[in-house]
């Protein structure tokens, strides 16, 4: 057990002051620490902190959350990306608030049931909430615990169990919390700080095999491309500019969103485009965006239309600044081009 004491220690001294860590270990909030796992999953702390404390100051508790739409939801986690998470939380939150009296489950078993909390989510706050006897395992642990052994490319289940030799019975949540900080902020995947490390007498990687501790740069794959047409469509009447919602399923789902065509890898195909046929005819774009997601990348062009007065799809009028921050990063780009 010397290894935990050194690493929490370690912690006790230098851990990460999270707006969702409550130094009151009596008194955790499940569900800030339910919110932020949901965050982070896919996204790095420094991003989700801004969004966080947004999020929390909108839906206080779970019953707020529950209570509000799906919109409202959506308009908060606007920028966070990856959407299918707020929907499942708008969707856990009620299941909590109907089914379980706005109580979270207290086991990993119960937890995993609900949408959005998968393995991972449900030991973290079994562990970190409950200070249950729980093993957690993301990106940042299984590179810590890897190297500590000098056992590489191992299972999870593996891992687990390496964890379970030394997880303190006392302090698990702690010891699952000084684990993320230790992977995030001194035993990095490129350059880590071995020499101020807490465990470096005692980590085999860094003792016995030091040019495992050298990450190789994988070459970036070639991303695939689509092309899409999208349309700024303003009102003369009082320059309102028309919004639609995305469908629930696919990127951006449910969001709110300028019109645009489908996201097509033969921009040849655009020509096809029924939406605004005569006016893509008969103009230019006024401007093209470019976006990445996580496996293409969009190259979005950019229409500005302007009627009279009615228009027949579905969606409404808004204002631009009203509607800016319920937008995707990538409609705000398109409608930075007008700002």
Same mark, same amino acid.
């Given at each position: 057990?010397?290894?935990?004491?050194?690493?929490?220690?370690?912690?006790?001294?230098?851990?990460?002051?999270?707006?969702?860590?409550?130094?009151?270990?009596?008194?955790?909030?499940?569900?800030? !620490?339910?919110?932020?796992?949901?965050?982070?999953?896919?996204?790095?702390?420094?991003?989700?902190?801004?969004?966080?404390?947004?999020?929390?100051?909108?839906?206080?508790?779970?019953?707020?959350?529950?209570?509000?739409?799906?919109? /409202?939801?959506? =308009?908060?986690?606007?920028? +966070?990306?990856?959407?299918?998470?707020?929907?499942?939380?708008?969707?856990?939150?009620?299941?909590?608030?109907?089914?379980?009296?706005?109580?979270?489950?207290?086991?990993?078993?119960?937890?995993?049931?609900?949408?959005?909390?998968?393995?991972?989510?449900?030991?973290?706050?079994?562990?970190?909430?409950?200070?249950?006897?729980?093993?957690?395992?993301?990106?940042?642990?299984?590179? !810590?615990?890897?190297?500590?052994?000098?056992?590489?490319?191992?299972?999870?289940?593996?891992?687990?169990?390496?964890?379970?030799?030394?997880?303190?019975?006392?302090?698990?949540?702690?010891?699952?919390?000084?684990?993320?900080?230790?992977?995030?902020?001194?035993?990095?995947?490129?350059?880590?700080?071995? +020499?101020?490390?807490?465990?470096? =007498?005692?980590?085999?990687?860094?003792?016995?095999?030091?040019?495992? +501790?050298?990450? !190789?740069?994988?070459?970036?794959?070639?991303?695939?491309?689509?092309?899409?047409?999208?349309?700024?469509?303003?009102? /003369?009447?009082?320059?309102?500019?028309?919004?639609?919602?995305?469908?629930?399923?696919?990127?951006?789902?449910?969001?709110?969103?300028?019109? =645009?065509?489908?996201? *097509?890898?033969?921009?040849?195909?655009?020509?096809?485009?029924? *939406?605004?046929?005569?006016?893509?005819?008969?103009?230019?774009?006024?401007?093209?965006?470019?976006?990445?997601?996580?496996?293409?990348?969009?190259? *979005?062009?950019?229409?500005?239309?302007?009627?009279?007065?009615?228009?027949?799809?579905?969606?409404?009028?808004?204002?631009?600044?009203?509607?800016?921050?319920? +937008?995707?990063?990538?409609?705000?780009?398109?409608?930075?081009?007008?700002?």
């Amino acid at each position: 057990m010397y290894t935990n004491k050194k690493i929490l220690k370690w912690f006790d001294k230098e851990k990460r002051n999270l707006p969702w860590r409550n130094s009151n270990k009596s008194n955790i909030d499940t569900y800030k !620490v339910w919110i932020s796992e949901i965050m982070l999953q896919q996204t790095k702390v420094n991003a989700v902190i801004p969004y966080f404390q947004k999020f929390i100051n909108k839906f206080p508790d779970i019953n707020s959350l529950a209570s509000s739409s799906l919109e /409202d939801v959506l =308009s908060y986690w606007a920028g +966070l990306g990856y959407y299918s998470r707020a929907r499942n939380v708008h969707k856990c939150a009620d299941i909590i608030v109907t089914q379980y009296n706005g109580s979270f489950p207290k086991t990993e078993k119960e937890l995993i049931k609900l949408p959005g909390i998968g393995d991972y989510t449900a030991s973290a706050i079994c562990a970190i909430a409950y200070n249950e006897f729980a093993i957690a395992v993301d990106i940042n642990i299984e590179r !810590v615990i890897s190297r500590i052994y000098n056992k590489h490319n191992l299972k999870r289940e593996d891992i687990k169990s390496l964890i379970k030799k030394i997880i303190p019975i006392d302090r698990p949540g702690d010891f699952t919390e000084a684990l993320m900080d230790l992977g995030s902020m001194i035993c990095k995947a490129r350059q880590p700080n071995c +020499l101020n490390c807490p465990v470096n =007498s005692i980590c085999k990687t860094y003792l016995e095999n030091k040019e495992a +501790l050298i990450k !190789v740069i994988k070459t970036n794959k070639i991303k695939h491309i689509r092309y899409g047409n999208c349309y700024i469509v303003s009102r /003369d009447t009082d320059k309102k500019l028309f919004f639609i919602r995305r469908p629930n399923n696919g990127l951006l789902g449910g969001m709110l969103s300028f019109p =645009s065509s489908k996201w *097509l890898e033969d921009k040849n195909k655009l020509h096809n485009e029924k *939406l605004f046929e005569d006016f893509i005819k008969n103009n230019k774009p006024l401007h093209v965006v470019n976006h990445i997601f996580s496996h293409f990348k969009l190259i *979005l062009n950019i229409y500005n239309l302007k009627i009279s007065n009615s228009i027949h799809i579905e969606g409404e009028w808004i204002e631009l600044n009203e509607a800016f921050q319920q +937008l995707p990063s990538l409609m705000k780009k398109v409608a930075k081009i007008i700002i």
